[in-house]
């Protein structure tokens, strides 16, 4: 085997290694891969055009042209692939209910060593502080998006999460083993939607507006342990979803990451109370 064949079994290894983590974050988001790929291969190719990479073979500036198009292409494409309405066929969850339709979706799952009632009790405790990665990931968005961060206490270590989600005009419904929060707003015209209750959240469809639902889900999986599942859905009333669309899928691996260490922080809790 050739030192050529090795760089590039090397090279494929980490490729793969590198997919395998994004989704292991972002909880299998096909699109939002594809577009992060591309754009990988975009500075890929762009670095190329400076220096090619020899040790990879490549000679000419004008294979890492033709590699930084392919990636551009990739990474546009995805993101602005049209999103399709999803429809909930059977009903077995509040979020069902309360979100039968929907554009955009993440879901991630936890096992626990602890009963449900437990597991529910952690969630509703869980804090901000839990989530380790929160203040850099939003002094990132806030770079990109040139918001800077000013929380006025929004996103105090010790503050509750459900609590400030509540707080910030989300609506709750809950079961035995089920937390649902839900909340629109019309972005159009930049003003709350009026939602009051989960059947205006359901039949509320005004054009301009975005409805957000998540859920916590605690099972029962035998044998002292449970398995507990968070699941986000977005639904956009409007002619097009380009913007949300671009919006979702690039902020998929930082939003997976988040919710790994919510579940992680219940889970914590949920055994340490056990």
Do not use: C
């Amino acid at each position: 085997m050739s030192v050529m064949t090795r760089r590039w079994i090397v090279l494929a290894a980490i490729a793969i290694g590198a997919i395998l983590l994004f989704n292991y974050w972002a909880s299998f988001q096909p699109l939002s891969t594809l577009a992060y790929s591309g754009i990988v291969l975009a500075l890929i190719g762009l670095a190329n055009l400076a220096i090619p990479f020899r040790f990879f073979g490549v000679r000419k500036r004008a294979t890492g042209a033709w590699i930084l198009a392919g990636g551009v292409g990739l990474a546009v494409a995805a993101l602005l692939w049209p999103a399709p309405v999803h429809r909930v066929a059977q009903h077995r969850t509040r979020l069902d209910d309360i979100m039968p339709e929907y554009q955009f979706s993440e879901r991630h799952t936890v096992r626990t060593r602890a009963h449900p009632e437990q597991v529910m009790q952690a969630t509703r405790a869980a804090t901000w502080g839990d989530l380790k990665s929160l203040n850099t990931l939003m002094k990132v968005r806030g770079a990109v998006l040139r918001e800077p961060l000013h929380d006025n206490g929004y996103f105090s270590p010790d503050k509750r999460i459900l609590d400030a989600f509540a707080a910030s005009g989300y609506l709750v419904d809950s079961s035995e083993h089920e937390f649902v929060m839900f909340g629109a707003v019309n972005m159009r015209e930049r003003r709350p939607s009026g939602v009051s209750n989960a059947q205006e959240f359901v039949d509320y469809r005004e054009q301009g507006a975005i409805k957000t639902a998540f859920d916590f889900n605690a099972k029962d999986a035998g044998a002292g342990w449970s398995t507990l599942t968070t699941e986000t859905r977005m639904m956009v009333q409007n002619d097009s979803t380009r913007g949300p669309a671009i919006y979702w899928r690039l902020i998929v691996p930082g939003s997976g990451l988040l919710r790994r260490e919510w579940l992680d922080g219940i889970k914590r809790r949920a055994e340490n109370d056990h």
